[in-house]
């Protein structure tokens, strides 16, 4: 991967060193410290981070991301729909470059978007709707193979 990295960058000119830093990241506490650290999430194009983008929103920090084609391309897009916070989901690259460089340069607006992803993680991780729907496929599956006895 590092090497596919610099070639991208000196396709562009530019010193991979100045903008990348590789990481051995040895304990999950790390990875997640890592999220309080930094100003932005950039999830992966075509790929989307699932628990990736739910710790990410867990720190509070924001995230970047283009829905793709298929349903592995739509975590976060989807996460952030439900947060009810769509100015950092992109249509296109060439949007999601425009709101990357902006969360990075305008620390006024990331600390808005953190503020409301802080506001409103209930909306993700207290959404009874999953819950309830996973209890209403047991309690269909439970009646189908196990129906009520005719005798009470």
């Not at 990075?104 to 909306?123: C, E, K, L, T, V």
Request: glycine share 4%; with cysteine; charged share 20%.
């Amino acid at each position: 991967m590092q090497e596919r990295l610099k070639k991208a960058f000196r396709h562009f000119n530019l010193e991979p060193e100045n903008y990348c830093i590789h990481l051995n990241i040895p304990e999950r506490s790390d990875y997640l410290m890592l999220n309080l650290l930094a100003d932005v999430f950039l999830d992966t194009l075509t790929w989307s981070g699932g628990n990736t983008s739910l710790e990410a929103i867990a720190c509070n920090l924001p995230i970047v991301t283009c829905a793709g084609e298929f349903m592995r391309g739509r975590h976060a897009d989807s996460f952030l729909k439900m947060l009810d916070l769509t100015e950092t989901i992109a249509q296109t690259e060439a949007e999601y470059l425009d709101i990357a460089v902006r969360l990075g340069q305008d620390p006024d607006w990331r600390q808005a978007i953190a503020q409301q992803m802080s506001q409103r993680q209930d909306h993700l991780f207290a959404d009874p709707v999953c819950v309830q729907g996973l209890e209403q496929f047991y309690q269909e599956i439970y009646w189908q193979f196990c129906p009520p006895s005719v005798d009470h």
